[in-house]
């Protein structure tokens, strides 16, 4: 018991460090909370402190789901709690503690879970993910679009209902914390990426 409590807050601790701040400060000394749109995640970075920038943040962020999912099964975690540790180092980048519990919009972490996981249905929604946003132009649609079909290549490929059940957790919290997006694009006003 006490080694999966630890397990799960060192989860929570990892999803919590906030990579995409701690990059851009270091590449131009601007916090990205206070630049473009305010996300600490790798395209608004990408976005203020370069493209170098961007993709460091969004290996940082996967790497924290990853490593989560990693330890646990390094502990001889079944599909139940790899899931749910990989799910609370979501949460952590969801809800950091370390800059007031607001975080990124999860897209980067919940793909480093689940490539841990599932490795060829997450293949299947990069693929996914990249002609979306490389037809559209549009990243926060791409994500979208991969977040809420991940469930569904995970039952294809015959998952445990666990680690489904997880991924959809995931896609309604990645897709809740795109409203703003989604508002956007329906008024034809989201910024394209390219």
Not at 77 to 84: C, E, R, S, Y
Not at 117 to 141: E, Y
């Amino acid at each position: 018991m006490l080694k999966t409590l630890l397990l799960l807050l060192f989860a929570y601790l990892l999803g919590s460090v906030p990579v995409g701040v701690l990059v851009a400060e270091w590449f131009n000394g601007n916090d990205p909370r206070h630049s473009g749109s305010g996300n600490i995640g790798a395209t608004n970075v990408a976005r203020t402190a370069g493209k170098k920038a961007g993709i460091i943040t969004l290996c940082g962020d996967c790497l924290k789901g990853l490593l989560a999912v990693l330890a646990a099964r390094a502990c001889g975690a079944g599909d139940g709690l790899l899931a749910f540790t990989g799910f609370v180092a979501f949460l952590g980048h969801l809800y950091p503690i370390f800059i007031g519990f607001k975080g990124g919009k999860g897209v980067a972490t919940a793909l480093g879970i689940l490539l841990a996981i599932a490795p060829l249905p997450t293949l299947a929604g990069i693929v996914l993910f990249a002609a979306v946003a490389g037809i559209s132009h549009f990243v926060s649609l791409g994500s979208i679009t991969a977040a809420a079909a991940m469930p569904l290549f995970l039952c294809q490929a015959g998952y445990n209902w666990k680690i489904v059940y997880t991924a959809l957790l995931m896609a309604v919290f990645i897709i809740y914390r795109h409203r703003d997006n989604i508002m956007r694009l329906c008024q034809k006003t989201e910024n394209r990426f390219f």
